[in-house]
């Protein structure tokens, strides 16, 4: 599967972002899908996933209350709504799919190209 990530860009802190990956195969709702972001000079590293249904979601820690996960399959894409963004969730964020939900990016065989956020303080 094919994965484009956009929606990136600039924001002031306290501000909100969507984020969008759209997949290019029907077969998208087989999925589970990630999201994983990395910031100059450190790991990338998980910030959320959901279920190929939709019905299960699960966050870092980081970003819990603050980024939603949710997707549509009619539409073939899965959304990170982000709110109260913080300076350091400043990043490239990707996603990602996989087989079965993991935390581990090394578990994610499909990964889109990345959008860079920058949240400005």
């Known amino acids: 599967v094919q994965l484009q990530a956009s929606g990136g860009g600039l924001v002031q802190a306290g501000g909100s972002l969507r984020l969008s990956c759209a997949a290019s195969e029907r077969t998208f709702g087989s999925y589970v899908m990630g999201w994983f972001r990395q910031a100059p000079g450190k790991e990338r590293e998980f910030v959320g996933g959901?279920?190929?249904?939709?019905?299960?979601?699960y966050y870092a820690d980081s970003v819990k209350g603050r980024f939603t996960i949710y997707r549509d399959s009619a539409k073939n894409t899965v959304y990170l709504q982000m709110n109260g963004l913080k300076p350091e969730d400043t990043a490239v964020y990707y996603c990602?799919?996989?087989?079965?939900?993991?935390?581990?990016?090394?578990?994610?065989?499909?990964w889109g190209q990345g959008t860079q956020v920058t949240v400005s303080s």
């Open positions: 990602a799919a996989g087989r079965d939900r993991h935390y581990n990016p090394h578990m994610f065989g499909y």
């Open positions: 959901i279920s190929r249904g939709g019905g299960g979601t």
